[in-house]
T-cell receptor
Framework: GQNIDQPTEMTATEGAIVQINCTYQTSGFNGLFWYQQHAGEAPTFLSYNVLDGLEEKGRFSSFLSRSKGYSYLLLKELQMKDSASYLCAVRDEYGSGGSYIPTFGRGTSLIVHP | NAGVTQTPKFQVLKTGQSMTLQCAQDMNHEYMSWYRQDPGMGLRLIHYSVGAGITDQGEVPNGYNVSRSTTEDFPLRLLSAAPSQTSVYFC????????????FGPGTRLTVT
């Protein structure tokens, strides 16, 4: 089974940097994903980490440490439109349903204020 | 490309009624899946398919059936609706070359009274 933990809610100021943490416990590991979900909308894929280290994609970066069971999503130069829920998802060796599907955490609601 | 489409967007059912949530994708993706999302619960996998004619159960399959007769379509059937099935339902698809990058439909908001 899997246990994925991330903060329920975070707030930050426009223009600032925010780090959203995700810790996990799995039987085996086969990738960690971050999705963004605006209120009332579908999740959209942000990043995928399978090896240790930092993956940068524009204002967003995702970090993974497999030995610590830890990841974070770093958002720079925050904009109001970044207010959304950020979902951490982990795929273990076997997958919660098939080899490709991850298990999702409960999400972190990020509120960006002026 | 329309991507992943879902119908209806909203639905209200009475307890015991049955219905089918439709999902279609035009990206020729092999993999498709159904999730439900409840407040504070995250996304939970109901059923998934790795190709036409192949389906399997996810984490919360009870009360739901699926079939995959074509690559494009993956309908979800509620056999006898219960209030516990009140939720937002998302369909997703991905291709075999990048299976981790799932594309989600806009969701169906279902209320069972």
């Amino acid at each position: 089974g899997q246990n994925i933990d991330q903060p329920t809610e975070m707030t930050a100021t426009e223009g600032a940097i925010v780090q959203i943490n995700c810790t996990y416990q799995t039987s085996g590991f086969n990738g960690l994903f971050w999705y963004q979900q605006h209120a009332g909308e579908a999740p959209t894929f942000l990043s995928y980490n399978v090896l240790d280290g930092l993956e940068e994609k524009g204002r967003f970066s995702s970090f993974l440490s497999r030995s610590k069971g830890y990841s974070y999503l770093l958002l720079k130069e925050l904009q109001m439109k970044d207010s959304a829920s950020y979902l951490c998802a982990v795929r273990d060796e076997y997958g919660s349903g098939g080899s490709y599907i991850p298990t999702f955490g409960r999400g972190t609601s990020l509120i960006v204020h002026p | 490309n329309a991507g992943v489409t879902q119908t209806p967007k909203f639905q209200v059912l009475k307890t015991g009624q049955s219905m089918t949530l439709q999902c279609a994708q035009d990206m020729n993706h092999e993999y498709m899946s159904w999730y439900r999302q409840d407040p504070g619960m995250g996304l939970r996998l109901i059923h998934y398919s790795v190709g036409a004619g192949i389906t399997d159960q996810g984490e919360v399959p009870n009360g739901y059936n699926v079939s995959r007769s074509t690559t494009e379509d993956f309908p979800l059937r509620l056999l006898s609706a219960a209030p516990s099935q009140t939720s937002v339902y998302f369909c997703a698809s991905s291709n075999v070359k990048a299976p981790y990058e799932q594309y989600f439909g806009p969701g169906t908001r279902l209320t069972v009274t």
